[in-house]
Every structure is written in structure tokens, then in C-alpha cells.
């Protein structure tokens, strides 16, 4: 008994150091028998970026969705244009003069699209004109918004994804990402639970109509009338233990500018008319109370680590400001950027493929995964671009959006990369460590997926045979 257990042991040991001496081609070839697809698609390319040469290819040429790999195009384009210094400013300034507690002129909120900028940020542009003396503005409180043109959704992104967090109003002026944080708390059985929402505004009412403690209430529910175009934002259903949710507002600039007006209000700073007008370009007389700046940085890790689609707008719409300075941007200008380097830089040809948004929401994008790649290449090789990027990239088993998967394989703190999900898409783009000490750069895209986790497990057996 013993020897025929010795020797199946042997036989299992022998099996794997020859499964693990087979060429890495030959193992990711037999991944393509997988059961997956039968039904579905897949484009795979590797690249071994230590010898500067293709590891494998497998239908890296065509077309597919990208979903958010899409990221990283919008990421190191905004690196490379914009530079790992830049900042995205939203500033409080003013024309004419203070007297006494009175500002003779006009008051500018203008917008930078900042996609993080919070409560706190707005309580210290509340406070920059408190701290002026200033009790009355003489003639507007004006936002300005001319940074980008008055479109909020992307070419092709799907208007039932409101009221998701996911996919908020787009603006220059965003507060809390265009969305309101909804606690809620269970209290005795039957009874109204507590609801808190955040931040703190008339802009929008709550509608509590949960029930603490009670499954026969049903599934606990935080929406708002989205397709009025409204701002109630009702609570229902069986409220059992803490829980906070998110709902975008309709709209995002109008959430933020009519705040910021009741804050002021609430220290007693007022003013004939508020509205939106552009801050003059050059005039004598302005001057800035207050400027907000968010680094780039900031917006990229959360751009990628969470995957959160208003960073990488974010980001697309800042490279449009650069490309097309002298007016409104549009989506079109941010393509129009995007296309400008894939051209002059990677030397791409971008009639060969769509890209609409900054972050693979859209419907519309289609690209190749050997496209992926040279931005993955061009930024291992500038170190500049590589850096920040590669610390944004969640890590495999460790944080972000790889936070739980490849836990249990060679992949584990080795792989960073970014991952790509919509609807009948899931997708993988980064960089792995390879046995040998090489680094590598892949992209796996599954298309045509009706369950996505069966592609992520297609995707991390990938992974840990490039880790092996």
C-alpha cells in the first residue's frame, strides 16, 4: 500500500514539474479548451517586457469592448500629456472691492472637475469668504461651468444606469462625486428606521418609508424618482443592521451650486442674484479668495484601484481642456486627444478604433487587446508614466478592485492590473512578474459572457500561469 501511494505521488510530481517546463504557449493554448468558449470570445496577448519580445497572441487583433481596461488608456494618456504633477483647481474668486462687510462686484465659483472634492472642500470655500468679513455681495454669485459644454452623460452609456452612483451627472462642479450618501439604521422592530444622508442640503428630500427589523417589508431599497428627473430619494423595505448606500442628483452642478449658496447663507453671507456666468477671462480687478487643488494622482489611484468611472472622466475631459483650449469641451475634443497620441506617439492608426469616454462605460468603444498593450509597453518603458501608474493598479489578492481574487495562486501580490466589467464583457490588462524574474504586460478581454465570474476564473488561471 505504501509503495502505490509513493509511487502516485511520484507520478503527481513528475506530471507537474512537466506541466511547468511546457513552454507558457502551450499552457495558455490548453486554456482555450475551456468550457467557457463554447459560447463566448476572447482575445489574449502577453509580452515579456525584460527581452522586448511577444510571449503568446491569441486573436489580439480584433475588436472587442473594453469595459474599464479602457482606464489605462485614459491613464497613461493623462500622464503623458498632463504630466504626474498636475492639478485639477476649482477656485472662489472675485471682481470689484471690499468695503467694510460688503463686496462691491461679483463672486465666482469656478468649476475645475475635480472628481473629488467633498464636504470639507466646500466648507473651505465657504470659509475663504467668511474669513473676508464679506456679509453681502452687491451684484451675482455666478458658477461658472464653462469648462465643458452642458452634455452630463457619455456618448452611449445607458440612460437606466441612473440613479446609480456609478454614473453620476458629469460636470466642472462636482460635490461628493454628484451623489448623496444614505445611512440607515435599524430601530425597534416595525418602527421607522434612523436615516442620515450626506452631504447636508435642501437641494434634495428623503422619503423614509423602511421598517426596522421586519423581513416581510422585503429588500431594503434607497432609490430617488430618477425618471422625472427628481431628487426625492425614498427608503423602503426591511432595515436589519447599518447599512449605507449611494444615489446620483440630478443634477450635479445644481447640487454643488445650490449648496454652496445655502452654506453661505447659513453664516449669514447673502446677495441679490445667483446664477451661472462665466468668471472674465482678464480684468483688473479679480482676485481669488480661495483654490482647491486635487493632484492628479489622487484621481488616478481611485481611478483605477476602484475602478470609479468620474476619475476617469475626470481625466478624459482634462485632456480635451489641453487639446482644445479655446472653448467648451466636449466628449468629442476628449477623443479627438486620446486619438492624438495613439497617432503621433504609439503610432497607431485610430480610424481602426472607437474610443468615446475616459472610462469604458460606453457602448460605443470597441479597441484590440494588442492596442491595450502598447499603452501598457510605452508606459513600462517611461518611468515618469510607469510609477504612479503601476502603483495605482490593484494588487491581486490584496486591494482594490483584484482585492479578492488569485488569493490562492502564484498570482497573489504579484499581478497589478486593471479589471473591466459591463454586460456581456469582463476584462484584464496589467503587469505580472514572471519565474524567471521577467516583467510582462498582458491583456485577457472575454467577450460575449452572460456570467462574468466564469470569465474571471478564465482570467486568473491566466494569471498564475504567467506567474509560474
Not at 503623458?80 to 498636475?86: E, F, I, K, S
Not at 466646500?122 to 455666478?142: C, F, K, M, N, P
Not at 464653462?146 to 466642472?172: E, H, R
Request: charged residues 20%.
Amino acid at each position: 500500500m505504501k509503495r502505490a501511494v509513493l509511487f502516485l505521488l511520484l507520478n503527481l510530481t513528475i506530471c507537474a514539474i512537466y506541466a511547468q517546463s511546457q513552454p507558457v504557449s502551450q499552457r495558455l493554448d490548453a486554456l482555450l479548451n475551456d468550457e467557457i468558449l463554447k459560447t463566448s470570445e476572447v482575445g489574449i496577448t502577453v509580452f515579456d517586457l525584460t527581452t522586448g519580445e511577444s510571449l503568446y497572441r491569441y486573436q489580439d487583433e480584433k475588436l472587442y469592448r473594453p469595459a474599464s481596461i479602457e482606464k489605462v488608456i485614459t491613464s497613461v494618456t493623462a500622464l503623458a500629456r498632463l504630466g504626474a504633477d498636475y492639478t485639477m483647481d476649482t477656485h472662489l474668486r472675485y471682481t470689484g472691492k471690499i468695503e467694510n462687510d460688503t463686496l462691491k462686484g461679483n463672486l465666482y465659483l469656478i468649476g475645475g472637475f475635480d472628481p473629488e472634492l467633498m464636504d470639507e472642500d466646500l466648507d473651505s470655500l465657504v470659509a475663504a469668504v467668511e474669513a473676508q468679513g464679506i456679509r453681502y455681495v452687491t451684484d451675482t454669485i455666478a458658477a461658472d461651468v464653462s469648462m465643458t459644454d452642458s452634455v452630463y452623460w457619455g456618448p452611449g452609456w445607458s440612460w437606466d444606469d441612473t440613479p446609480y452612483s456609478f454614473q453620476p451627472y458629469l460636470s466642472p462642479l462636482m460635490l461628493n462625486r454628484g451623489c448623496v450618501d444614505v445611512s440607515v439604521s435599524p430601530a425597534q422592530k416595525d418602527s421607522l428606521p434612523t436615516v442620515r444622508c450626506t452631504p447636508v442640503s435642501d437641494y434634495y428630500r428623503v422619503c423614509n418609508r423602511a421598517v426596522s427589523r421586519n423581513p416581510q417589508a422585503g429588500k431594503l431599497e434607497i432609490t430617488r424618482n430618477w425618471l422625472s428627473n427628481g431628487n426625492v430619494i425614498t427608503v423602503s423595505g426591511n432595515v436589519s443592521r447599518p447599512y449605507t448606500g449611494q444615489v446620483n442628483i440630478y443634477t450635479s452642478k445644481d447640487f454643488f451650486f445650490h449648496t454652496f449658496i445655502q452654506r453661505l447663507k447659513e453664516k449669514g453671507i447673502t446677495s441679490g442674484v445667483h446664477t451661472y456666468a462665466d468668471c472674465p477671462v482678464i480684468h483688473d480687478s479679480i482676485a481669488t479668495f480661495c483654490t482647491i487643488r486635487r493632484p492628479i494622482r489622487q484621481v488616478l489611484e481611485r481611478a483605477l484601484k476602484k475602478s470609479d468611472n468620474l476619475c476617469a472622466e475626470s481625466m478624459f475631459y482634462h485632456l480635451a481642456a489641453q487639446h482644445a483650449p479655446h472653448h467648451r469641451v466636449t466628449a468629442d475634443d476628449g477623443t479627438d486627444a486620446i486619438a492624438d497620441f495613439m497617432k503621433t506617439v504609439l503610432g497607431f492608426n485610430p480610424d481602426n478604433y472607437k474610443i468615446v469616454d475616459g472610462s469604458g462605460v460606453s457602448l460605443y468603444n470597441y479597441i484590440s487587446p494588442r492596442l491595450l498593450l502598447e499603452y501598457l509597453k510605452y508606459a513600462y518603458y517611461h518611468r515618469d508614466i510607469f510609477l504612479p501608474l503601476y502603483d495605482a493598479l490593484p494588487i491581486a489578492g490584496v486591494d482594490g478592485t483584484l482585492q479578492y481574487r488569485m488569493k490562492q495562486t502564484k498570482a497573489r501580490g504579484n499581478v497589478r492590473a486593471k479589471t473591466g466589467s459591463v454586460t456581456g464583457v469582463s476584462s484584464l490588462a496589467g503587469y505580472v512578474k514572471g519565474a524567471d524574474g521577467h516583467q510582462l504586460a498582458f491583456v485577457i478581454i472575454n467577450q460575449n459572457v452572460l456570467k462574468l465570474s466564469r470569465a474571471r476564473v478564465f482570467q486568473d488561471k491566466v494569471c498564475d500561469i504567467l506567474s509560474r
